[in-house]
C-alpha cells in the first residue's frame, strides 16, 4: 500500500497564479485533511471532509479551496497564490475522525514569489 | 516544553539514555491525545495514542502518560537511538467536532552516539 500520496512534492509559483495539489489515499479511509505547516507554528487545519461528498473549514480555510472528488482523492487548490502561502502542505486522512491516528503523507513544499 | 518564536524547544540526549517529551494541552474537554514523529522532509508519522478514560499506554519502547489534572501528556522513549532524532508533536481532538487535532508546535529529539 502506497499510503497517502502527495502531488507535486515541489511547487513554486508567482503572485496570482493558481495551482491545485492532489492527494490520494488508499487506505479506504472516509475523512480527510489538508494541513499547513510553516516554522514555530506547527500543523494548522485548512479544510477537511469527514466523508465522501462533504467538505468543511478547518483554522485557516481562506484563500484555499478543497475538492472532494471521490472516496480516495481530495484536492487543495490555491486560486490566486499570496507570498502568505509559501508553507508546506500535508494531506492525511483517517478512519474514523479525530479520534483515530491520522495518517500523512510527505507533503508539498510550495514557495510563492 | 513551550515554543518560543521560531524556535522549537530541543532535548539533546545520549545513545541508549531515557528521553522524556513533554505536551501541555489546552482544553480540558479533549478526549483523545497522539504522539507523532516527523522527520525532516517527511510527513508527521504516528507513534501512540491514548483516551482519556487511560493515564498510561505502552508500546514498543514508548510510553504515553497522560495527567488531565495539569493537563499534560508525555511521551517517554526507553533506550533512545539515533533513529530516533526528530520532531516530535502532540495533537488532541478538543471536543466538538469529531474530525479535528489540534497539533502543538513539536520538541526537536536530538540523540547524540
Known amino acids: 500500500n502506497a499510503g497517502v500520496t502527495q502531488t507535486p512534492k515541489f511547487q513554486v509559483l508567482k503572485t496570482g497564479q493558481s495551482m491545485t495539489l492532489q492527494c490520494a489515499q488508499d487506505m479506504n479511509h472516509n475523512s480527510m485533511y489538508w494541513y499547513r505547516q510553516d516554522p514555530g507554528m506547527g500543523l494548522r487545519l485548512i479544510y477537511y471532509?469527514?466523508?465522501?461528498?462533504?467538505?468543511d473549514k478547518g483554522e485557516v480555510p481562506n484563500g484555499y479551496n478543497v475538492s472532494r472528488l471521490n472516496k480516495r482523492e481530495f484536492s487543495l487548490r490555491l486560486e490566486s497564490a499570496a507570498p502568505s502561502q509559501t508553507s508546506v502542505y500535508f494531506c492525511a486522512s483517517g478512519s474514523t475522525g479525530g479520534r483515530s491516528p491520522l495518517h500523512f503523507g510527505n507533503g508539498t513544499r510550495l514557495t510563492v514569489t | 516544553g513551550e515554543s518560543v518564536g521560531l524556535h522549537l524547544p530541543t532535548l539533546s540526549v545520549q545513545e541508549g539514555d531515557n528521553s522524556i517529551i513533554n505536551c501541555a494541552y489546552s482544553?480540558?474537554?479533549?478526549?483523545?491525545f497522539i504522539w507523532y514523529k516527523q522527520e525532516s522532509g517527511k510527513g508527521p508519522q504516528f507513534i501512540i495514542d491514548?483516551?482519556?478514560?487511560?493515564d498510561k499506554r505502552q508500546g514498543q519502547r514508548v510510553t504515553v502518560l497522560l495527567n488531565k489534572t495539569v493537563k499534560h501528556l508525555s511521551l517517554q522513549i526507553a533506550a533512545t537511538q539515533p533513529g530516533d532524532s526528530a520532531v516530535y508533536f502532540c495533537a488532541e481532538n478538543s471536543g466538538g467536532s469529531n474530525y479535528k487535532l489540534t497539533f502543538g508546535k513539536g520538541t526537536l529529539l536530538t540523540v547524540n552516539p
Open positions: 482544553n480540558s474537554a479533549s478526549d483523545y
Open positions: 491514548i483516551r482519556s478514560n487511560m
Open positions: 471532509s469527514a466523508s465522501e461528498g462533504t467538505t
